[in-house]
């Protein structure tokens, strides 16, 4: 079946270092990708999407792209803030009904 | 400020009771899905509706049942309920998800902290 893969966390850096979050996947097709947030006490919003092999999505200074060759959509920001610190959930979509599945998340905390 | 809504924001209630939970999906979006994030499970597909019809079923128990009205806002009816299913639940919607739906964003709601003692 189709599933997401994510690294453990809790990720812990400090401002301004490089952060990579892994995020592999299992599906049949070609499923859209998606990286949502959680910032703490708060719903899911949307970070940024990927709906086809090589696209890279990117907002607010993250960015992922779409390997079909590695399934992979690992998630990345140069400098990262105090500010980022949240839950990061990768997920796909496939088929028409266009449902979620998630990877179980990676907490990352960034001190200052 | 995602669009969905939901009611009530936090709920505690006791173990055989029956709560329903409440979402209004973002104007013009026709479909309405129902998730669960609990700290074993993750977060959990439950079910989905399109335009007041079920369209995808996840890992939603029997003791559980959703709808859609024709005004398009849905409910989540949790019943007998159990120490285990102290969650928060999110509502999520999007657009039409035919024809490619797969690649349209769902937007979620701030969800519905249920606490059951």
């Known amino acids: 079946g189709n599933s997401v893969t994510q690294m453990e966390g809790p990720v812990t850096l400090s401002e301004e270092a490089f952060l990579t979050i892994n995020c592999t996947y299992t599906?049949?097709?070609?499923?859209?990708l998606f990286w949502y947030v959680q910032y703490p006490g708060e719903g899911l919003q949307l970070l940024l999407k990927a709906t086809k092999a090589d696209d890279k999505g990117s907002n607010k200074g993250f960015e992922a792209t779409y390997r079909k060759e590695t399934t992979s959509f690992h998630l990345e920001k140069g400098s990262v803030q105090v500010s980022d610190s949240a839950v990061y959930f990768c997920a796909l979509s496939t088929g028409s009904q266009g449902n979620l599945i998630f990877g179980k998340g990676t907490k990352l905390s960034v001190k200052p | 400020d995602s669009g969905v809504t939901q009611t009530p924001k936090h709920l505690i209630t006791a173990t055989g009771q029956r709560v329903t939970l409440r979402c209004s999906p973002r104007s013009g979006d026709l479909s309405v899905y129902w998730y669960q994030q609990s700290l074993d499970q993750g977060l959990q597909f439950l079910i989905q509706y399109y335009n007041g019809e079920e369209r995808a079923k996840g890992n939603i128990l029997e003791r559980f049942s959703a709808q859609q009205f024709p005004d398009l806002h849905s409910e989540l009816n949790l019943s007998s309920l159990e120490l285990g299913d102290s969650a928060l639940y999110f509502c999520?919607?999007?657009?039409?998800?035919?024809?490619?739906?797969?690649?349209?964003?769902?937007?979620f709601g701030e969800g519905s902290w249920l606490t059951v003692v």
């Open positions: 599906a049949t097709g070609y499923p859209s």
């Open positions: 999520a919607s999007s657009v039409d998800p035919r024809d490619g739906g797969f690649r349209n964003t769902i937007y």
